[in-house]
């Protein structure tokens, strides 16, 4: 059974259980200003942030589940169920273990730089395919360390490309050119579901510092950027906290 200490994401600490610390500590001070006669605003202030820490908590690993396989945004993509697929910007691998769950007969280059923090700890190829191994797809996976703006492949190699929450981390400047990579290195009628953070309410109940520090384009530009890389949108749409795009690329 899978559960979520099944995988090693690596999701640090802060980011995984962080939201315990204002738990504990506000709904401590709500019981102890109920016990001893604080104002009612102050016990009242303190129960609602008490809430908003199990709420935050609880969309992180009930809704977004962020120790377990990223589900795939739409069925739409790869429904032949093969193909070459490069996933960029993989990180520890939610995305390529998930594509490979719901795909069997697809094989997945995961390629990241491996290198920084970006909420995970120890982010590394070993990593990655140790949580392959996990899910019974290593022999379909590959790492592969390398920059989404510059990518190691020949021209339209791939069947696919996946991005999940990596492409919007980047500077502004280097967004249309990881599109761009992405359109070169797969194949003409080739597939592309970018998958990028959405600041909606259950993302700023979870995390309304990162969201408040995460500015990239809005949908409407993102749509214009994929064009411009050589994509059509055939499809978007929402999940928890995030917003996805399917494309093609032009014949």
């Known amino acids: 059974?899978?559960?979520?200490?099944?995988?090693?994401?690596?999701?640090?600490?802060?980011?995984?259980?962080?939201h315990l610390v204002p738990f504990v500590l506000f709904g401590g001070l709500a019981v102890l200003g109920i016990r001893r006669g604080w104002r009612r605003w102050l016990v009242s202030a303190s129960w609602l942030l008490a809430v908003w820490a199990a709420a935050g908590l609880l969309i992180t690993h009930f809704m977004f589940r962020i120790n377990l396989p990223q589900p795939l945004a739409t069925e739409q993509f790869l429904a032949s169920g093969s193909g070459r697929v490069v996933d960029v910007g993989a990180g520890s691998g939610r995305a390529t273990v998930g594509l490979l769950l719901a795909r069997p007969r697809i094989t997945v280059t995961a390629l990241d730089i491996y290198d920084g923090y970006y909420g995970i700890d120890d982010n590394t190829p070993e990593r990655l395919m140790e949580n392959a191994r996990i899910a019974g797809v290593a022999e379909r996976a590959e790492a592969k360390v390398g920059d989404a703006r510059q990518l190691p492949f020949a021209s339209e190699t791939y069947d696919g490309v996946i991005s999940v929450a990596a492409i919007?981390?980047?500077?502004?400047a280097g967004i249309p050119k990881a599109l761009a990579e992405a359109a070169r290195v797969v194949k003409p009628g080739g597939e592309f579901l970018l998958t990028i953070v959405n600041a909606d309410a259950w993302a700023w109940l979870a995390s309304p510092h990162a969201i408040a520090h995460h500015r990239p384009p809005d949908r409407a530009q993102w749509r214009g950027l994929l064009q411009a890389s050589g994509f059509e949108v055939v499809e978007e749409g929402t999940m928890p906290g995030a917003l996805y795009f399917f494309s093609r690329k032009h014949p």
């Open 1 to 18: 059974m899978t559960t979520p200490f099944t995988y090693q994401f690596g999701y640090s600490w802060p980011v995984a259980w962080g």
């Open 168 to 172: 919007d981390h980047l500077p502004r």
